[in-house]
């Protein structure tokens, strides 16, 4: 599914860099266990930051929830926002 892309906040690009560099650094995406306690935050609240990635188009999650099945989109663009 196509999206358009827009803006994202601070949070938001926070955590899409975190996925990304665990991603470059590991091989693999961090769970979503991992990523809370990274940010100090509940699981939940970090669902609520991905399903926002989700819906403005920067990551895909899966239907069914697996800790590890965060696709990163639109890397270029996050990578710039983050700098």
């Known amino acids: 599914m ?7 906040t601070e949070k938001q690009a926070e ?3 975190y996925i990304l560099e665990f991603v470059e ?6 769970s979503v266990k991992e990523m809370a306690e990274a940010f100090g935050i509940s699981r939940k609240a970090l669902r609520d930051r991905l ?3 989700a819906m403005k188009g920067y ?6 929830h697996s ?5 990163l989109l ?10």
């Open 51 to 53: 399903m926002q990635l």
């Open 74 to 83: 639109h890397v270029k663009f996050v990578r710039k926002f983050a700098e």
């Open 15 to 17: 955590v899409f860099t």
């Open 2 to 8: 196509n999206r358009k892309r827009v803006d994202i």
């Open 25 to 30: 650094n590991n091989g693999y995406q961090p």
């Open 59 to 64: 990551v895909e999650m899966p239907i069914k």
């Open 67 to 71: 800790e590890r099945a965060i696709r």
